[in-house]
């Protein structure tokens, strides 16, 4: 895998991001000594390519409020469909098992920020010390995973302006601000449409008075409304979310309150 250059973080320290990824704040002081000394912080830039499909996955990011990093599974057509995203409440890389981790699909930044990464050897050796590492790590793949699989239903059987409404939801939560910084033509490649359907549907729900867009960054104007304009995907993910890891949740709620 060739060498990835490293954007300047303006010299702030891992300790000073460590709250802003929800995941971590939620460890136990215990689990945070074991694992601190080994992270650093880096700058992530949209559309920087973290792996492709097939490399081994020998880093873990773990992102900062405001950052986003999507999974998307490439076709050999070329074309590309977005089937998760990571925010300031995950991590994506080596989150549960151990030794050679191939990535399956392109892990790519969606919106730029701060993230704190680690080598997954190191990751692996903390969690062999610590059962509650180990629980909480896999939980969030428990997670991730459901995210995956709703992802896959919502894109064969609902409308694109539910999609739509789902995709900004699921952002907002990432990001914690209501500004979405996104070009219909990025939405409709993620989405797997034209960029004419995403258009449309954008349209529809900014004359319900949803959102508001201008080029390059869609804002939440009424997210209660967009709740109910949105399929049940993104109703269903969160409850699983809010079942399986409710301390992270708990965080996320606070945060959010914040923005």
């Known amino acids: 895998m060739a060498k990835r250059k490293r954007p300047d973080t303006g010299n702030i ?3 000073e991001c460590w709250a802003s990824n929800l995941l971590l704040a939620s460890l136990k002081p215990q689990d945070r000594l074991l694992l601190e ?12 390519v973290l792996f492709e499909p097939g490399e081994d996955v020998v880093l ?8 986003m990093i999507s999974l998307v ?6 074309r590309a469909i977005e089937v ?7 991590a994506v890389g080596g989150i549960v098992s151990a030794g050679h981790k191939p990535a399956f699909s392109r892990i790519v930044v969606e919106i730029g920020g701060l993230a704190l990464r680690i080598d997954t050897g190191r990751l692996d050796d ?3 010390h610590s059962a509650t590492l180990r629980d909480i790590f896999s939980r969030y793949a428990d997670v991730l995973l459901a ?13 694109i302006e539910e999609r739509c409404s789902r995709w900004l939801l699921t952002t907002q939560d990432r990001v914690a601000t209501r500004d979405v910084p996104v070009t219909q033509e990025f939405l409709a490649e993620l989405l797997g449409v034209q960029r004419t359907t995403v258009s449309v549907a954008a349209q529809a729900l900014q004359r319900k008075g949803l959102i508001q867009y201008r080029r390059g960054q869609i804002t939440i104007a ?5 709740e109910e304009a949105a399929c049940e995907c993104y109703a269903a993910v969160e409850k699983h979310f809010r079942t399986v890891l409710p301390d992270v949740k708990e965080l996320r709620g606070r945060d959010a309150q914040r923005h």
Request: proline share 4%; hydrophobic share 35%; glycine share 10%.
């Open 37 to 48: 000394p080994h992270f650093e912080t880096v700058a992530l830039q949209r559309g920087d």
């Open 73 to 78: 599974v490439m076709l050999q057509d070329d």
């Open 126 to 128: 903390a969690k062999k």
């Open 60 to 67: 873990t990011h773990f992102p900062g409020t405001g950052a």
């Open 147 to 159: 995210q995956t699989l709703q992802s896959v239903a919502c894109n064969a059987l609902h409308s």
């Open 222 to 226: 009424d997210r209660a409304g967009l």
């Open 13 to 15: 320290s891992v300790a």
């Open 84 to 90: 998760a995203t990571i925010g300031h409440e995950g």
